[in-house]
């Protein structure tokens, strides 16, 4: 038969156990949030989905995990008690309220913004030509140096389309298949891209700062 003294040992783990769980998943989803289109580029459009599915299992075990520790501990204090099903609260919402994709993008241009312009105006020039492979009508896929190939996702390789005087220059964020791709795109005459270019339908198309938009065409 456990004694007083064992039961009271066991509450502080039983409380430990619920916080460190639902630290975990808070830990688990901001991760997956902030690194979602990397994880998209290493895992694959096919494996990645299911990774989140995975984690968001873990998350639905975690705040089961709390609540019902907050039944059963609720007389030993009502802070600590809550404080496993507060950080899964707040977790979720995090997750559903705070847009993660436009603020990882919005840094990821402004810190690249440079190095992006000085690649352009070396498309522009011509010094990448002899790099150039036949794109078809998607534009001419031009593979960046080794060094410069982390400013475009999916293999470091930019598309450069001509549409009757106008230039546009894409950088993936995300390769996809098919017509399924994202990205920041150069616009020589600051007009954005429309379905067609690229050969992608664009869904989705934001002014990021002069001759320079974030595109995401869909299937």
């Known amino acids: 038969m456990q004694t007083t003294a ?4 066991t509450k502080p783990k039983t409380r430990s156990t619920a916080l460190l769980v639902a630290l ?24 990645e989905p299911l ?7 873990f998350f639905i075990v975690a705040l089961i995990w709390s ?36 603020l990882t993008t919005d840094l990821d241009f402004r810190f690249h913004y440079a190095a992006r312009t000085a690649v352009v105006n070396d498309v522009l020039a011509g010094t990448y030509e002899n790099r150039t492979e036949g794109g078809g009508g998607r ?15 999916g293999g470091g390789e930019i598309v450069r389309f001509h549409h009757q005087d106008r230039t546009l220059i894409l950088f993936f964020s995300f390769r996809g298949v098919l017509d399924s791709f994202s990205g920041f795109v150069y616009s020589s005459d600051d007009i954005p891209p429309t379905s067609g270019d690229f050969g992608g ?19």
């Open 6 to 9: 064992d039961q009271v040992e």
């Open 24 to 47: 975990c998943a808070l830990g688990v989803v901001l991760f997956v949030s902030v690194f979602r289109w990397t994880l998209v580029e290493y895992l694959t459009p096919f494996l």
């Open 51 to 57: 990774f989140e599915m995975v984690v968001g299992v």
């Open 67 to 102: 609540l019902v520790h907050l039944i059963k501990a609720w007389k030993s204090g009502l802070v600590v008690s809550m404080l496993p099903s507060l950080v899964c609260l707040g977790t979720a919402a995090i997750a559903v309220f705070v847009p993660f994709t436009a």
């Open 139 to 153: 534009g001419d896929l031009i593979a960046l140096p080794a060094h410069l190939s982390y400013l475009s996702s």
């Open 201 to 219: 339908q664009f869904a989705e198309v934001s002014r990021l700062r002069k001759n320079w938009f974030w595109a995401a065409s869909r299937n």
